[in-house]
């Protein structure tokens, strides 16, 4: 990943010691990619086992104490060792298994208030809704801060700002000519 070889060093490289950087990220969807081990209840089964994420641990509150939550079977489990838990196990263990709902619906969850599943039940969990993307993950365990601009307002989105300046420029100056455009591209990449 590039942000964590090669942005964050070549900060902290620049600044040194005790500097803390701001990454203002957009929303693009490559930004709001999980790590492999997230809390994300699209890559459970609702049953132990089979073709499910290994993920981290999750928690949920009990008698207003944080209780941690593996969601794997120790490996000194009696029948299923290192495996995956699923919905319904995590759901059980924290008490809130509806054993008078499906485990998902057929097809996407069709409410937003009322519980229509048990996957919908798991998704709206705090661990689960607290669940941060890989580059959010990432530049925060680095030590460094990060904040989403806003989805759909380009014009507080400053990446945006710039790049309709190159557009603008590029337009201008090129006379609408694609061979300038290129000439000029491939210059500044053998220059850089």
Same mark, same amino acid.
């Given at each position: 990943?590039?942000?964590?070889?090669?942005? =964050?060093?070549?900060?902290?490289?620049?600044?040194?010691?005790?500097?803390?950087?701001? %990454?203002?990220?957009?929303?693009?969807?490559?930004?709001?990619?999980?790590?492999? @081990?997230?809390?994300?209840?699209?890559?459970?089964?609702?049953?132990?086992?089979?073709?499910?994420?290994?993920?981290?641990?999750?928690? %949920?509150?009990?008698?207003?104490?944080?209780?941690?939550?593996?969601?794997?079977?120790?490996?000194?489990?009696?029948?299923?060792?290192?495996?995956?838990?699923?919905?319904?196990?995590?759901?059980?263990?924290?008490?809130?298994?509806?054993?008078?709902?499906?485990?998902?619906?057929?097809?996407?969850?069709?409410?937003?208030? @009322?519980?229509?599943?048990?996957?919908? =039940?798991?998704?709206?969990?705090?661990?689960?809704?607290?669940?941060?993307?890989?580059?959010?993950?990432?530049?925060?365990?680095?030590?460094?801060?990060?904040?989403?601009?806003?989805? %759909?307002?380009?014009?507080?989105?400053?990446?945006?700002? %710039?790049?309709?300046?190159?557009?603008?420029?590029?337009?201008?100056?090129?006379?609408?000519?694609?061979?300038?455009?290129? @000439?000029?591209?491939?210059?500044?990449?053998?220059?850089?």
């Amino acid at each position: 990943m590039q942000l964590k070889n090669k942005l =964050i060093p070549a900060f902290e490289r620049a600044h040194g010691a005790g500097y803390q950087a701001l %990454f203002l990220i957009d929303n693009s969807q490559g930004h709001s990619a999980y790590g492999e @081990d997230a809390l994300v209840i699209s890559r459970m089964n609702i049953k132990p086992g089979g073709r499910q994420a290994r993920m981290c641990n999750g928690w %949920f509150m009990q008698g207003g104490v944080k209780v941690h939550q593996p969601m794997i079977y120790p490996i000194n489990h009696p029948d299923l060792p290192e495996t995956p838990k699923g919905v319904k196990a995590v759901l059980m263990e924290c008490g809130l298994w509806q054993p008078k709902l499906h485990g998902k619906c057929e097809k996407a969850c069709k409410s937003n208030e @009322d519980a229509c599943c048990n996957k919908w =039940i798991l998704e709206r969990q705090p661990d689960f809704a607290e669940q941060k993307s890989l580059v959010q993950e990432t530049i925060e365990a680095a030590g460094h801060l990060c904040l989403f601009l806003l989805k %759909f307002h380009c014009e507080l989105n400053f990446i945006e700002f %710039f790049w309709g300046m190159v557009k603008k420029y590029l337009c201008y100056d090129s006379e609408g000519r694609v061979s300038y455009i290129r @000439d000029l591209a491939q210059g500044q990449l053998t220059n850089n």
